[in-house]
């Protein structure tokens, strides 16, 4: 430290020695508690603050308390064990996440070719921070007010978007910027807290998933947290028939 500040002083000296004549320094009658009143007294006060500190300074670090406040470590508090049957086996994990990582980069090679497209008439996007518009136009309005179709409308859904909500087209995603991308992850994230998992929700998190661009941001951390715990407690409270991992 000491070593450090005589270098900064030197430099300032040597760029000032016409203007601002540096007066050695005398500490005797200098008051450390009184502010400089012009720049000689502050070089004189920074030569002095330089002259109590020791030439090496020795960190002292406790390793163990390092160990226990690790900030890099993803928290997986409230995340439940998987039922028996439940937990999908490591090769399919595996699988997966590659082929979850050749998505993002396909989304990312081609996103200028997707986002040249244009949409349909009848595809509006919402604006940026229109929560309620955002969760209509993705999962469609039958969710959104929770209308209870019928074995018939599930036979025959045809293609009305706006009550069944527009799937995630790479012509739709590919136009949203990284801001967007979170910003509806998030509106889509808070309504899974209080509703049931619907088809429609796991496409778009999947697909706005695949479009975050890394490094991902402090709030998409947090997200992904979020959504984990909300994935787990639902997958704990399943019941019935066991999936085919």
């Excluded at 002292?60 to 995340?79: A, E, R, W």
């Excluded at 136009?137 to 209870?148: A, E, I, P, R, S």
């Excluded at 018939?152 to 012509?171: A, M, R, T, W």
């Excluded at 049931?196 to 998409?220: I, M, N, S, T």
Aim: aromatic residues 8%; contains cysteine.
């Amino acid at each position: 430290m000491r070593r450090l500040l005589s270098i900064i002083i030197s430099d300032v000296e040597e760029l000032m020695p016409k203007l601002l004549p540096v007066e050695p320094c005398d500490t005797d009658d200098f008051d450390l508690s009184e502010p400089p009143r012009n720049p000689q007294e502050y070089l004189r006060q920074v030569q002095l603050e330089a002259s109590l500190f020791p030439d090496v300074v020795v960190a002292q670090i406790d390793p163990k308390k390092l160990k226990k406040k690790q900030t890099v470590n993803v928290s997986v508090t409230g995340c439940q064990a998987a039922p028996a049957g439940f937990s999908p086996s490591l090769k399919w994990q595996q699988h997966q996440v590659s082929y979850f990582s050749e998505i993002r980069q396909s989304i990312n090679k081609h996103r200028s070719h997707w986002k040249a497209k244009s949409l349909d008439d009848n595809v509006i996007l919402p604006k940026p921070d229109d929560e309620e518009g955002w969760k209509k136009f993705c999962l469609g309005d039958n969710v959104y007010h929770g209308v209870v179709l019928t074995s018939d409308d599930n036979e025959c859904p045809g293609l009305d978007y706006i009550k069944v909500g527009f799937p995630p087209f790479l012509s739709i995603v590919s136009r949203l910027n990284q801001a967007t991308v979170s910003t509806v992850l998030e509106f889509l994230i808070n309504w899974f807290e209080d509703q049931d998992f619907v088809p429609q929700l796991g496409r778009w998190l999947y697909a706005l998933l695949a479009c975050l661009e890394k490094p991902l941001l402090p709030e998409a951390h947090s997200l992904i947290r979020q959504l984990a715990r909300r994935c787990s407690d639902v997958r704990a409270s399943l019941v019935g028939e066991l999936f085919g991992f």
